[in-house]
């Protein structure tokens, strides 16, 4: 299902990000690995098997940041990626009473509007060269149940579900899912 295929990898510098990289290398995929930290997504594509894999300094939530490495993905692989998982999150976790406004935005900030920025910017990409693809966002179980100190993370990977279930209706006319 891999062999051949480009991936790109948000948060591939450690946890799920970096151990999605693993196993898609494994299966054949060349793997572009993006995270903010240059050090760990460097190690990541270190240790991937297999040739072509690249890394990539990202900050997901700023749209300068995500058209510049994009631009420069689509460059250097002639063609943008066709298998994409958007694994870059971060919590910052407190009870709501004493949460920040910046704790709070920062979370949305990452895991929803860097979710959608790439989504975006890549789904651009493939339906201009008229190409298939698969979008892969990651979730959590508390978008559905909520847990104790995090209603800002809860919150958002339920909207990260939700923007999911959008974009598939939106994208499965293109070949996109």
Do not use: W
């Not at 946890?15 to 494994?26: N, P």
């Not at 995929?29 to 270190?46: F, S, Y």
């Not at 990539?56 to 510049?68: F, I, K, R």
């Not at 809860?154 to 070949?175: C, N």
């Amino acid at each position: 299902m891999l062999p051949g295929k480009l991936a790109f990898v948000t948060g591939a510098g450690g946890g799920i990000g970096r151990a999605i990289c693993r196993v898609m290398a494994r299966e054949g995929a060349t793997v572009v690995a993006a995270d903010l930290n240059i050090n760990n997504v460097q190690t990541t594509v270190e240790e991937l098997t297999g040739e072509g894999h690249k890394s990539y300094q990202l900050d997901v939530s700023n749209a300068e940041s995500v058209t510049s490495v994009l631009k420069q993905v689509f460059t250097d692989y002639s063609g943008p990626p066709t298998v994409v998982v958007n694994a870059a999150g971060i919590t910052r976790d407190n009870f709501m009473l004493k949460m920040s406004e910046q704790d709070f935005d920062s979370v949305f900030n990452v895991n929803v509007k860097g979710t959608f920025l790439i989504t975006q910017t890549i789904c651009k990409e493939l339906v201009e060269k008229n190409l298939p693809g698969s979008i892969v966002n990651i979730g959590s179980i508390v978008a559905q149940r909520g847990n104790i100190g995090q209603c800002n993370y809860s919150a958002s990977k339920a909207a990260v579900e939700v923007f999911s279930k959008t974009i598939a209706l939106e994208m499965a006319k293109f070949v996109i899912f």
